[in-house]
C-alpha cells in the first residue's frame, strides 16, 4: 500500500526542451528510490517509441525524447506506462552483492562517528555490518550513492568545502556513502580508503556498479590495502557474487 507521501507520486514534469522527469517522492526513501530503478528498468526494456534513454536518479527518472517525434503522443504514452502498475509494491531484486575491502582511517572518522553518537570502533563496526544498495550513479564516472544507512548517520554535510579528497576514499553524509572515483573537492565526511576503481576504462564494464547493486565494506589494514592497488581489474579485492 502506498504511503501517505506517495499518493501524488509518479509526477510528471518537462525537462527543457527534449526529456521528461518521472518523479517518485521528495525525499530519499528505499521505497521511493525503489519504485524509481523499478519504472527504470521497466522502461529500458519496454522500448516506449519516442523514448531514446532512461537515466535514474535517487528519486526520479529522466526520459529523453526524440524530437522527431509526436511529443504529445509520447508523453502520453509515458504516462499510460506510469499507471500500468504501482511502482511501490515490490522491491527490486539485487542481482549481485560486492564486498569490498576497505581501511577506516579517514581523518574525518572521528568527527563523523561522533556526529553518529558512536565511538570510533563502533562507528566502524555498524559501517562494516551494513548492506548498502546503489541508489544511483551520478556526478562522476561510475560512481555510487549507497544508502540508506541507519537514521544516526543522517547528518548534514560540512559547513566548509574540504580541498581534495582522493579516488577510491569512502566518504559519509545525508543517511548514505560515497565510493569517490575520481579526486575531488567534497562535503562530505572521509571516512575511510578502498583500492576499488568504481571506473576502469579497459575492463569489460568500465563501471562496476549496476544501480541495485547491494554491497558491504570489509575492514581491512593501510598494508593491505596499499597491497590491493596494483590488481589488474582494478577491483582493489572486491568480491561480486551473483544473488540467487
Request: glycine letters at 6%.
Given at each position: 500500500?502506498?504511503?501517505?507521501?506517495?499518493?501524488?507520486?509518479?509526477?510528471?514534469?518537462?525537462?527543457?526542451?527534449?526529456?521528461?522527469?518521472?518523479?517518485?517522492?521528495?525525499?530519499?526513501?528505499?521505497?521511493?528510490?525503489?519504485?524509481?530503478?523499478?519504472?527504470?528498468?521497466?522502461?529500458?526494456?519496454?522500448?516506449?517509441?519516442?523514448?531514446?534513454?532512461?537515466?535514474?536518479?535517487?528519486?526520479?527518472?529522466y526520459l529523453r525524447l526524440d524530437l522527431l517525434s509526436d511529443l504529445d503522443a509520447v508523453v502520453r504514452s509515458i504516462q499510460a506506462e506510469m499507471a500500468a502498475q504501482d511502482?511501490?509494491?515490490?522491491?527490486?531484486?539485487?542481482?549481485?552483492?560486492?564486498?569490498?575491502?576497505?581501511?577506516?582511517d579517514g581523518p574525518q572518522l572521528s568527527e563523523a562517528a561522533h556526529l553518529a553518537g558512536l565511538s570510533e570502533s563502533a562507528a566502524v563496526e555498524e559501517l562494516t555490518q551494513q548492506q548498502v544498495r546503489v541508489l544511483t550513479i551520478g556526478f562522476a564516472p561510475g560512481q555510487p550513492y549507497l544508502g540508506n544507512l541507519p537514521q544516526n548517520w543522517n547528518f548534514p554535510r560540512l559547513s566548509e568545502i574540504t580541498p581534495l579528497v582522493p579516488a577510491r576514499a569512502l566518504v559519509a553524509a545525508v543517511g548514505q556513502l560515497i565510493l569517490f572515483a575520481n579526486d575531488t573537492p567534497t562535503g562530505w565526511r572521509h571516512v575511510g580508503a578502498t583500492e576499488f576503481h568504481c571506473f576502469k576504462v579497459d575492463r569489460p564494464e568500465p563501471f562496476a556498479f549496476r544501480v541495485g547493486d547491494l554491497v558491504r565494506f570489509e575492514q581491512a589494514g593501510r598494508a593491505e590495502i596499499e597491497a590491493l592497488a596494483n590488481s589488474s581489474d582494478g577491483l582493489g579485492g572486491a568480491r561480486c557474487e551473483a544473488v540467487t
Open positions: 500500500m502506498r504511503a501517505v507521501d506517495q499518493a501524488n507520486f509518479p509526477s510528471l514534469t518537462y525537462i527543457g526542451v527534449e526529456g521528461v522527469l518521472v518523479r517518485f517522492g521528495d525525499r530519499v526513501t528505499d521505497a521511493i528510490n525503489r519504485a524509481a530503478l523499478k519504472f527504470h528498468a521497466h522502461m529500458n526494456t519496454k522500448c516506449v517509441a519516442g523514448v531514446l534513454e532512461s537515466a535514474p536518479s535517487l528519486t526520479a527518472v511502482w511501490f509494491s515490490e522491491d527490486v531484486r539485487a542481482a549481485r552483492h560486492w564486498t569490498i575491502p576497505c581501511c577506516f
